[in-house]
């Protein structure tokens, strides 16, 4: 079976500053892991992904996550938060082969980023 | 090129009252989705159909019914609503069955809301 878990249901943090919202998962095999961002009243986008390859991944709007194997985390990061940013995070886990082919989301994470 | 749309993108309905959820997407991908949104749940998935002439239940299938009427198009039916299933509806899409290396594609969702 595969899970996500999103630790954080808010993260706060004022404009300029680093951000970093937090993801691990579980997985029979090897993950491909997903963050899409939503923003109010409107449907998820995708931001990056990890299939395989170099553990840092970058994505649009300047943000990138770290796949970490042993800690079996893919957190989001974006060195100086806009307050565009502003919205909610969502990470996704599928099993790389064989087992389910539909991704599992987490339940979210609210990003605010003060002025 | 629209994307995924759905229609409608407001509804209220009366407990016991049925309507149909209304999804196309003109990306030519093989496979959709139906999700709902709950606050503190995340997206859970009611039902997906892989390819076109297939369907099949997801997480919280209970209470609709899905058809795939074609490659474009993906319909969400509620026979008799119920103030559960008071929700925002994604209609996603993907290119093969859980996105493969690819991502969804998500519509803007239809917010449902039963009395």
């Known amino acids: 079976a595969q899970s996500v878990a999103q630790p954080e249901d808010q993260v706060n943090v004022a404009e300029g500053n680093p951000l970093t919202v937090k993801c691990t998962y579980s997985?029979?095999?090897?993950?491909?892991l997903f963050w899409y961002v939503q923003y109010p009243n409107r449907g998820l986008q995708f931001l990056l992904k990890?299939?395989?390859?170099?553990?840092l991944v970058k994505g649009s709007y300047g943000f990138e996550a770290e796949f970490n194997k042993s800690q079996t985390s893919f957190h989001l990061k974006k060195p100086s938060a806009l307050v565009s940013d502003s919205a909610l995070y969502f990470c996704?886990?599928?099993?790389?082969?064989?087992?389910?082919?539909?991704?599992?989301f987490g339940r979210g994470t609210s990003l605010i980023v003060h002025p | 090129n629209a994307g995924v749309t759905q229609t409608p993108k407001f509804q209220v309905l009366k407990t016991g009252q049925s309507m149909t959820l209304q999804c196309a997407q003109d990306?030519?991908?093989?496979?959709m989705y139906w999700y709902r949104q709950d606050p503190g749940m995340g997206l859970r998935l009611i039902y997906y159909?892989?390819?076109?002439?297939?369907?099949d239940k997801g997480e919280v299938p209970n209470g609709y019914n899905v058809s795939r009427l074609n490659k474009r198009e993906f319909s969400l039916r509620l026979e008799s609503a119920a103030p559960s299933q008071t929700s925002v509806y994604f209609c996603?899409?993907?290119?093969?069955?859980?996105?493969?290396?690819?991502?969804?594609?998500f519509g803007p969702g239809t917010r449902l809301l039963v009395l």
């Open positions: 990890y299939i395989t390859g170099d553990n």
């Open positions: 159909s892989a390819s076109e002439g297939t369907t």
């Open positions: 990306m030519n991908h093989n496979s």
């Open positions: 996603a899409s993907s290119f093969l069955l859980g996105g493969g290396q690819e991502t969804q594609y």
């Open positions: 997985v029979s095999g090897n993950p491909y």
């Open positions: 996704a886990v599928r099993e790389g082969s064989g087992g389910s082919y539909i991704p599992t």
